[in-house]
């Protein structure tokens, strides 16, 4: 009995075994399929990351076709409005139908050619551009007249007059006209007026009784002042192409001028502006001095094509545009408080410095100094990072600097027509590209420390060279001829996912002349090192499943830094280093351990549109997130709070961020 009792339990333990067996396999298959699944979901994380970055890049290039379609459109109309009145209004004689009123244009107080359709009563409109007329006829100044109205109309017209308009547009430009009455005053409803074109020598002071026109077209005209005081609601005012000799005086005192046009005049000084102008335009006059100091409304000044020997602009805190061209400036003084001048065009002189731009490197983006007397380009020219056009040529320069070769935003660089000793000829008719790669390979020892290593003269790599990417993911011990390639290339992307990283390795931070990408993800990084600051040109950072639990202080030198991915880390807070980045635009750290959000500091961050904090521990959701000024995408859903509920955070980001709103407090 013993004995079989004996082999009943060592059955059954030996079943045990085998039942443990099978549950450690099955555990093991299990412990397979979650790290696979891991593995997956680090792949669709990644995906979506990298979809979220394709979408906020479709945006951006449809913002710029918008503002290039934008900015086309209002230079086509700029174009327009420098034509001449020929070009514009004339019509060739052979190509005009025959007018059965033309004959009876010229017969003041004649009601007759009313009849036509010129007139527009219903739109306020009346069109009598290019009628040979020599004189207004009364009847154009009694238009507001309801009698006169009345009898153009016609009793059986299906128009009214007492549905008409009264008259706000009228053109009278391309005519004979010698003279405008007082009675101009009784049209006191025109937004509108056009006399371009005709031989005015003077106009009346009652267009000072024309309180809302807006707009004002004198130019084409032998016009050499104008009446005390004109429309107080003046806005643009066209005077190109007359006889003045000074700026009118009545010109300061339009508090509603926003653009003057006084090209193609005789003028040696300006005077006084207009307190909000916001384009002033003198080109084409004599010009011998160009001072406009503490204006806080101009724009733009045009005064290409004079004889200025003295320049003083400064203190203009929305300056965008500065030409100067053709003139004969030997020197110019700093451009002191102009922080948004963008365009600096100053071609055709007599300059032998670039030392003014110094104050106001940071914004330009264009600066067009050829035809100068230049023998060498300002260390300010190497800091100004979003210059996209440098036009140096035919200067004296004998040499440029090899910084250039690292400017990333520099598309056009124009040094033909220079004595250089170093740049051959050959690789100057190539184009901007090749001067930048020559200038890349003669970068000084002492730009080593800013722009990288020294370059290794190898034959670059044809495919690396041509998609600027160096794809590394799970490769380790990587040869250093591949580094050499990287740095040839001057890589802008640089992939190194799932590679087992617990640091990252030197060799990265001598690619930070170019470096504009980091995919680190899927690696252990427990922390970064310091130099990581020194990539200065990352525009994106990719950390996605490490094991970091801060951020070093130097990320807050990545002033460039867009996009950045945190991603299944360790994080109990947002790292204080990003909120001194001012371009940071999508900042993904879900899957933390983040345990409250600050939105004070947040609301600075005024670049930020996606904000992901899914799959954290915040415990409540504060309103005021809902103040970041450009936040578009909020992500929330997979925390501890309660408020909002899950039904609100199920329809969406707009609808999260709309209900945050009304719950912030009112002051």
């Known amino acids: 009995s013993t004995q079989s009792t004996g082999e009943t339990v060592s059955a059954q333990i030996q079943g045990l075994s085998q039942c443990v067996m099978a549950l450690s396999q099955r555990v093991s298959d299990n412990q397979r399929l979650f790290e696979e699944n891991l593995r997956l979901k680090d792949i669709v994380i990644d995906l979506e990351f990298k979809l979220k970055d394709a979408n906020e890049r479709v945006k951006s290039i449809d913002v710029l076709r918008e503002t290039m379609t934008a900015q086309f459109a209002e230079l086509n109309k700029s174009l327009q409005g420098a034509r001449t009145m020929d070009t514009m ?50 009847d154009v100044y009694k238009l507001n007249d309801p009698e006169l ?182 020197f110019m003084e700093p451009l002191i ?94 184009g901007t590209n090749a001067i930048k790669d020559y200038l890349r390979l003669k970068l000084a020892p002492a730009s080593i ?5 020294t370059i290794p003269d190898i034959k670059p790599d044809e495919i690396m060279m041509q998609t600027k990417t160096l794809e590394l993911d799970r490769k380790q011990n990587v040869p250093g001829e591949v580094w050499d390639q990287a740095l040839v290339c001057a890589i802008v992307r640089l992939s190194m996912q799932h590679c087992g990283l617990t640091v990252i390795p030197e060799s990265v931070f001598n690619l930070r002349a170019t470096l504009q990408e980091l995919e680190l993800g899927a690696n252990n990084l427990h922390q970064l090192p310091p130099e990581i600051g020194k990539l200065v040109k990352l525009r994106k950072l990719n950390l996605l499943n490490n094991n970091l639990k801060e951020l070093p202080a130097e990320c807050s030198q990545l002033v460039g830094l867009e996009d950045v991915n945190l991603g299944h880390n360790k994080f109990d807070a947002i790292p204080e280093c990003l909120y001194s980045i001012p371009a940071i635009c999508n900042l993904i750290i879900s899957n933390n351990q983040i345990r409250a959000v600050e939105p004070a500091k947040l609301i600075t961050m005024t670049s930020l549109v996606c904000l992901d904090l899914e799959n954290n521990n915040i415990g409540r959701l504060p309103p005021e997130l809902s103040l970041i000024p450009n936040l578009r995408t909020l992500l929330v859903m997979g925390n501890t709070f309660k408020i909002p509920r899950a039904d609100v955070l199920a329809k969406g980001s707009a609808e999260v961020i709309t209900w945050l709103k009304n719950k912030v407090p009112q002051p």
């Open 89 to 138: 209004y004339s019509v060739q004689e052979e190509e005009r139908e025959e007018d059965p009123y033309e004959n009876v244009l010229n017969i003041t107080n004649s009601t007759e050619y009313f009849q036509s359709d010129l007139i527009m009563p219903e739109k306020g409109t009346l069109n009598l551009q290019n009628r040979d007329m020599t004189i207004i006829p009364d």
């Open 449 to 453: 420390e800013e722009s990288g290593p």
């Open 149 to 330: 109205l009345q009898n153009l109309v016609g009793a059986d017209d299906d128009l009214k007059w007492w549905e008409t308009e009264p008259i706000n547009k009228l053109y009278l430009c391309s005519n004979k006209i010698t003279a405008i009455t007082p009675a101009i005053a009784g049209l006191n409803s025109l937004t509108l007026l056009d006399l371009r074109d005709n031989q005015l020598e003077s106009v009346p002071e009652e267009l000072a009784q024309l309180e809302v026109l807006i707009r004002l077209e004198l130019s084409h005209n032998r016009l050499t002042s104008l009446p005390s005081s004109l429309g107080p609601a003046l806005q643009q005012i066209s005077l190109n192409n007359n006889n003045f000799e000074a700026m009118p005086p009545a010109l300061s005192r339009l508090t509603a001028l926003e653009t003057l046009d006084m090209r193609e005049n005789k003028m040696t000084t300006l005077g006084e502006l207009p307190p909000n102008l916001r384009s002033l335009v003198v080109d084409d006059n004599k010009l011998t001095a160009l001072n406009v100091e503490n204006h806080q409304s101009l724009k733009a000044i045009t005064a290409t094509n004079n004889v200025i020997n003295s320049c003083r602009v400064g203190n203009l805190p929305q300056l965008e545009v500065l030409s100067l061209r053709i003139n004969k400036l030997e």
């Open 337 to 430: 408080n102009c922080p948004e001048l963008r365009e600096i065009l100053v071609g055709k002189n007599f300059l032998s410095s670039l030392d003014f731009v110094e104050p106001c490197a940071a914004a330009i983006t264009v600066l067009d100094s050829s035809d100068n007397k230049i023998s060498t380009l300002p260390e300010a020219i190497t800091s100004m990072s979003r210059l996209k056009r440098l036009d140096v040529s035919n200067n004296d320069l004998n040499n440029l600097p090899p910084q250039l070769a690292i400017m990333d935003n520099l598309a056009s660089l124009s040094v033909e027509g220079n004595p250089l000793r170093t740049i051959r000829r050959e690789i100057i008719a190539k």
